[in-house]
């Protein structure tokens, strides 16, 4: 059973629409269709709430410790309820998948992102689940005859926000993950996965 939702991103107006922040997306909208909303919660480094979703209490959580220190944030909150690694779904902007691409898995690493790698830090282990959702890469917006030897800027990249059709396809994207969080959040973690890999 998943007991702890985390969306990362960073905190502050000017980040709110960059590629960055598309795990608070998906909390904020998990959050609304929960009829609930999130309040700052100093104990925890980030805004919280404790929402019922589909028959189960969950707690909702995005880190306000900027993207390099969210582990601060999801271990105070984990060790305080108990909440075990594998109970843990963490939302986040993925660079190697598309737009429009979103994923669950269990485990693996960073692939170089900084609010996984210091979560996996805090809590000892990558063992916890993740929503990869799908941004793409600075690289794929160089005509491929100019590729060899470009070094696309990635930290520019996620700081930015999406283009319009590239947002259209992650609010999809978003959605269809949705879709599949009562399955998900019950424990039925394979079936979860299956029915959003079949659906895209």
Excluded: C
């Amino acid at each position: 059973m998943i007991r702890l939702i985390v969306g990362l991103g960073n905190p502050g107006a000017e980040y709110t629409a960059t590629r960055h922040n598309a795990g608070f997306w998906f909390v904020d909208q998990l959050a609304r269709e929960a009829g609930t909303s999130l309040r700052d919660e100093r104990r925890f480094h980030g805004h919280y709430a404790r929402a019922r979703l589909f028959g189960e209490e969950v707690h909702l959580l995005e880190p306000q410790t900027y993207m390099n220190r969210s582990g601060q944030s999801v271990v105070a909150l984990a060790h305080f309820f108990k909440i075990l690694p594998d109970e843990i779904l963490v939302a986040h902007d993925e660079l190697d998948l598309p737009p429009g691409a979103v994923k669950l898995k269990l485990g693996g690493g960073s692939g170089g992102h900084n609010g996984l790698k210091d979560i996996s830090a805090h809590l000892s282990t990558q063992q916890y689940w993740r929503l990869r959702i799908g941004i793409g890469h600075p690289r794929d917006l160089i005509p491929e005859s100019a590729r060899a030897g470009a070094k696309p800027d990635v930290a520019n990249f996620v700081l930015k926000p999406p283009r319009r059709e590239e947002q259209d396809v992650i609010d999809r994207s978003i959605e269809r993950a949705l879709v599949v969080m009562p399955t998900f959040v019950k424990g039925e973690t394979e079936r979860a996965v299956m029915l959003l890999h079949r659906n895209g």
